[in-house]
Nanobody
């Protein structure tokens, strides 16, 4: 059993900042990559940022220069620092983990989501 516990969402004014956290726990041998995705009302889920075990990062063009993804491998935790937030960043943000269990089978797992609302 694996859990992804997300935190840090909330309401913020345009131009403000938020920091999301996602901690993975359970039967995890290794985490190969973690990331953040988001889904706004009426839209499909889209990639925000990902980070591999080797710290290679990838960002959506819409967040480059404003968002920073990082991870703490010792804590199996990924962070998303979001600065200069815009109303169009409003969405449910989902944490994702690609991990291997102790049988070295690979899984793709999602968190429950955390709401981010950018509004004055």
């Amino acid at each position: 059993q694996v859990q992804l516990v997300e935190s840090g969402g909330g309401l913020v004014q345009p131009g403000g900042s938020l920091r999301l956290s996602c901690a993975a726990s359970g039967s995890i041998f290794s985490i190969n990559a973690m990331g953040w995705y988001r889904q706004a009302p009426g839209k499909e889920r889209e990639l925000v940022a990902t980070i591999t075990s080797g710290d290679t990062t990838n960002y959506a063009d819409s967040v480059k220069g404003r968002f920073t993804i990082s991870r703490d491998n010792a804590k199996n935790t990924v962070y998303l620092q979001m600065n200069s937030l815009k109303p169009e960043d409003t969405a449910v943000y989902y944490c994702n983990a690609l991990y291997s269990d102790y049988d070295l089978d690979e899984y793709d797992y999602w968190g429950q989501g955390t709401q981010v609302t950018v509004s004055s």
